[in-house]
C-alpha cells in the first residue's frame, strides 16, 4: 500500500540577482533584479508502506526542498501529494501526529534545558500516556546509550549526544513516516554506525516508513533498498540500488598484494588504472570485460594475491551525474 503518492511537484523560488562590486551594490539598493530558479521539476514517486527510501543528488539538486514539501512545510507551485492520504501542506492535525522530520542541520530540542524536559513538553503535545512516554525513553535512551545525559542541558552535549537525543524527540510518538535529512551530518564513524541500527531496529520492529537524503553512501546502502537520484530537480534514477549497480557497473576494483616490491615499469600498461598504491599493496579499476585478461598478466609478472570487489556505489552515482549533465 503507498503511503506516499507524488504526481509533478514542482517547487521554484525567486532570487536577488545581485552585481559585483560597490556599484553593484548601490544600484540594487534603486532597482533589485531578480530571477527564477526552479529547484524541484515534475517530480513523481510512489512509497510503500514499511520501506525506506533515500533520495541522494548534489548540493542544491532539490532534495531537501521535496523533503519539506511532503512534510508540508513548503507549498509546491504545482503539482500534487498525498501522504497517509492528506494533503501535507494543509497540516491537519491528524497528519501531523504521524510523522516527524529530522533534519541533522536544525535542532528541535529547546538549547538552555535538558533533553528530557523537551520530551515531556512533546508528551503533551502528542498527548502521551504517563506510562507508554516512561516506557518509550527508558527503552531509546537505553539504546543510544544516552541515559545518563537526559538531565544535561543540550547546549553541554556533543554533536552526537545531540543528534541521539534528537531522534528520540522525532519517533517519540511512534509516528507512522519520517522524514531524515542528513540525519549522520557530522558524526564520528562510531555514532553514524548507531544512529543506523537505531533506525533499522524501528523500521523492523514498528514497521515506521523512512524518506532518508544523505551524502553519506553508507547511510543509504545500509538503510535503503530502493534510491532516487535527483539532478537539477529532475528525477534521473529511480530503482532498487542492485539495479543500479547492474546499469551502471562498468568497472570492477581489484586490490592486489605483490611478493615483492615491483618495478613499476611493468605495470607501464596500467599505470591509468592505478587508483591506490601503498608499498605492496595495489588498487586497480579495471573494466568489467577486461578483469581475466588483466588478473592473468598481472599474475605472470610474479606471484600476487588479489581480491575483486564492485566499484564504490558513489563513484557509479557521480558517473551518473556527469552524463546527466552533460
Known amino acids: 500500500m503507498s503511503i506516499i503518492e507524488v504526481n509533478s511537484l514542482t517547487k521554484g523560488y525567486r532570487v536577488h540577482k545581485k552585481k559585483a562590486g560597490i556599484k553593484g551594490s548601490l544600484s540594487g539598493l534603486i532597482k533589485r533584479e531578480y530571477q527564477y530558479v526552479e529547484a524541484v521539476k515534475n517530480v513523481s514517486f510512489q512509497v510503500e508502506e514499511g520501506e525506506i527510501l533515500g533520495i541522494v543528488g548534489q548540493n542544491g539538486a532539490g532534495k531537501t526542498t521535496t523533503m519539506k514539501m511532503l512534510s508540508g512545510l513548503l507549498y509546491p507551485d504545482a503539482g500534487e501529494a498525498r501522504i497517509l492520504n492528506w494533503i501535507p501542506w494543509e497540516r491537519k492535525k491528524e497528519f501531523l501526529t504521524n510523522i516527524s522530520f529530522l533534519m541533522g542541520q536544525k535542532g528541535q530540542l529547546l538549547w538552555d534545558i535538558p533533553a528530557m524536559d523537551s520530551f515531556f513538553l512533546y508528551k503533551e503535545i502528542y498527548d502521551l500516556k504517563e506510562e507508554s512516554f516512561r516506557q518509550t525513553i527508558k527503552e531509546l535512551s537505553k539504546m543510544l546509550e544516552v ?20 531522534i528520540i524527540a522525532a519517533v517519540l510518538h511512534s509516528p507512522k513516516l519520517l522524514f531524515l535529512d542528513e540525519p549522520t551530518i557530522g558524526l564520528d564513524l562510531t555514532t553514524q554506525k548507531k544512529m543506523r541500527s537505531f533506525l533499522n531496529i524501528q523500521n523492523h520492529r514498528n514497521g515506521t516508513t523512512m524518506v532518508l537524503t544523505s551524502h553519506y553512501m553508507k547511510d543509504i546502502t545500509s538503510l535503503c533498498s530502493r534510491i532516487i537520484i535527483i539532478s537539477q530537480g529532475e528525477i534521473i534514477f529511480d530503482d532498487k540500488i542492485e539495479k543500479i549497480r547492474h546499469m551502471y557497473q562498468a568497472d570492477r576494483v581489484v586490490n592486489v598484494r605483490f611478493a615483492k616490491m615491483v618495478d613499476e615499469a611493468f605495470l607501464k600498461k596500467y599505470h591509468e588504472s592505478i587508483k591506490e598504491k601503498k608499498e605492496l599493496q595495489y588498487t586497480f579499476q579495471v573494466k568489467q570485460e577486461d578483469v581475466n585478461e588483466f588478473v592473468r598478466e598481472i599474475s605472470l609478472l610474479m606471484p600476487v594475491d588479489f581480491s575483486i570487489g564492485e566499484q564504490p556505489i558513489e563513484d557509479i552515482i557521480e558517473k551518473i551525474y556527469r552524463r546527466d549533465i552533460e
Open 147 to 166: 541515559e545518563h545525559l537526559l538531565s544535561v542541558p543540550v547546549r553541554n552535549l556533543s554533536l552526537g549526544e545531540r543528534m541521539k537525543m534528537e
